[in-house]
């Protein structure tokens, strides 16, 4: 069965940092594209930070560069989604995605491209 799990997830004060998982059964993520989206309660779930297939480079939105690394491993291994320096307007559901064919359309990363999903974990950032 082919699914994506994320881990993680919880509560840290403003300026901490959380390091999320996404383990993938059924096949093995170095060769796709690796897609991290938030979702805020009443908001659209946006894309945070993503990783191109055979690639090391980080792509993150401007507000979300430096302080977001997306990493994986080889073969079985998770990938991971580092966030440091995090701030109340990062909370929110943090799901991993991925896909085999490119997601980026006019330099966006479009989650409706994503062929498979996590289910989700909580990050809420609070003092």
């Known amino acids: 069965q082919v699914q994506l799990v994320e881990s993680g997830g919880g509560l840290v004060q403003p300026g901490g940092s959380l390091r999320l998982s996404c383990a993938a059964s059924?096949?093995?993520?170095?060769?796709?594209?690796i897609g991290w989206f938030r979702q805020a309660e009443g908001k659209e779930r946006e894309f945070v930070a993503g990783?191109?297939?055979?690639?090391?480079?980080?792509y993150a939105t401007e507000s979300n560069k430096g302080r977001f690394t997306v990493s994986r491993g080889n073969g079985k291994d998770p990938a991971y989604l580092q966030m440091n320096n995090l701030r109340p307007a990062d909370t929110g559901v943090y799901y991993c995605?991925?896909?085999?064919?490119?997601?980026?359309?006019?330099?966006?990363?479009?989650?409706?491209?994503?062929?498979?999903w996590g289910q989700g974990t909580q990050v809420t950032v609070s003092s």
């Open positions: 059924g096949f093995n993520l170095d060769g796709y594209y």
């Open positions: 990783l191109k297939r055979g690639s090391s480079t980080t």
């Open positions: 995605a991925a896909t085999s064919g490119s997601p980026i359309v006019s330099s966006l990363w479009v989650a409706s491209t994503f062929e498979y």
